[in-house]
């Protein structure tokens, strides 16, 4: 199993960017589904997650900004990101449950990180 995670980039403050985050391998099927965030000299954060069931969760400086959602018919995770702020940038990592077979319980499989870097 692999995640692809693509969109990142560098914006302006106020502007906005996509992430993606596309799995492709031995799927059976998702469970819960993140977007971490890691700025330089700190550590990995929780951004935003995911249920199966679509129920989200967001990091509280990121509420009312981001949007976490998911195509499971893509194996797919997005996190759109408005009125990006500076302390935004981070190399930002998406991850997944993965079930790969119908009796397996599944396990974290992560992307390898895009740069978003905001300008103030």
């Not at 509280?60 to 194996?75: C, E, L, M, Y």
């Amino acid at each position: 199993v692999q995640l692809q995670a693509s969109g990142g980039g560098l914006v302006q403050g106020g502007g906005s960017l996509r992430l993606s985050c596309a799995a492709s391998g031995s799927i059976f099927g998702i469970d819960g589904m993140g977007w971490y965030r890691q700025a330089p000299g700190k550590q990995r954060e929780l951004v935003a997650s995911i249920t199966r069931g679509s129920s989200t969760n967001y990091e509280d400086s990121v509420k009312g900004r981001f949007t976490i959602s998911r195509d499971d018919a893509k194996n797919t995770v997005y996190l759109q990101m408005n009125s990006l702020k500076p302390e935004d940038t981070a190399v930002y990592y998406c991850n997944m449950r993965i079930i790969n077979t119908p009796r397996s319980l599944g396990r974290i499989y992560w992307g390898q990180g895009t740069q978003v870097t905001v300008s103030s």
